[in-house]
């Protein structure tokens, strides 16, 4: 638990960003900040908040988790489009997931499926494949587009989300 918290403490003070979400790296050679933010850094660090509430019961890792969500929601998904890749995208979709154990607010996963269902319409060949931002196919966009469609499906058994979005990818709507 003690190195958890040292890398926890170490990536909140180098890497978290004014508005809450993450930058994606420090180089080592300088020392200088990646700047890019990525929705797999920011649900990383969303789903470890939710982790140490869990090992320590201290609510001010679930308000911390709350507050990253919070702050996710305009940047990564306020257009209701996808702002990065897929696997990106599925791992800040963990961590809605995980928080909704103690969060019942279902925003962020709402916002999540209206990103989700533009993809589902707009962003599949009609084999049913998903390209990339650059147009190409590759095995890890469609990894993280099955995970985030096994996650929904999930979700829309748990919970009340609205049409289905495992339905719509089925029928190819």
Same mark, same amino acid.
């Given at each position: ?13 180098? =890497? &978290? ?17 990646? /700047? ?10 969303? &789903?470890?908040?939710?982790? =140490? ?9 679930? /308000? ?27 791992? =800040? $979709?963990?961590?809605? &997931? ?5 969060? /019942? ?14 993809? =589902?319409?707009?962003?599949? @060949?009609? @084999? ?10 590759? $095995?890890?966009? &469609? ?5 985030? $469609? ?12 609205? @049409? ?10």
């Amino acid at each position: 638990m003690d190195n958890a918290l040292l890398i926890y403490n170490w990536t909140n003070e180098k =890497l &978290q960003t004014p508005s809450g979400l993450y930058y994606d790296n420090i180089r080592t050679k300088d020392s200088t900040i990646d /700047k890019a933010i990525f929705s797999y850094n920011t649900g990383t660090m969303l &789903q470890s908040n939710v982790y =140490l509430y869990e090992c320590t019961g201290d609510e001010k890792y679930l /308000k911390r988790a709350t507050a990253i969500a919070d702050s996710s929601l305009p940047f990564f998904y306020g257009n209701n489009k996808f702002r990065d890749d897929y696997w990106f995208n599925a791992v =800040l $979709l963990r961590g809605y &997931q995980h928080l909704l154990r103690y969060n /019942k607010d279902t925003k962020y996963i709402l916002a999540f499926k209206k990103c989700l269902d533009y993809a =589902l319409k707009n962003e599949k @060949s009609e @084999s049913g494949l998903f390209t990339d931002k650059n147009g190409t196919r590759n $095995l890890v966009e &469609q990894g993280g587009m099955l995970e985030m $469609l096994a996650r929904f499906a999930w979700l829309e058994h748990e919970y009340d989300l609205g @049409s289905s979005t495992a339905i719509l990818y089925k029928s190819g709507n």
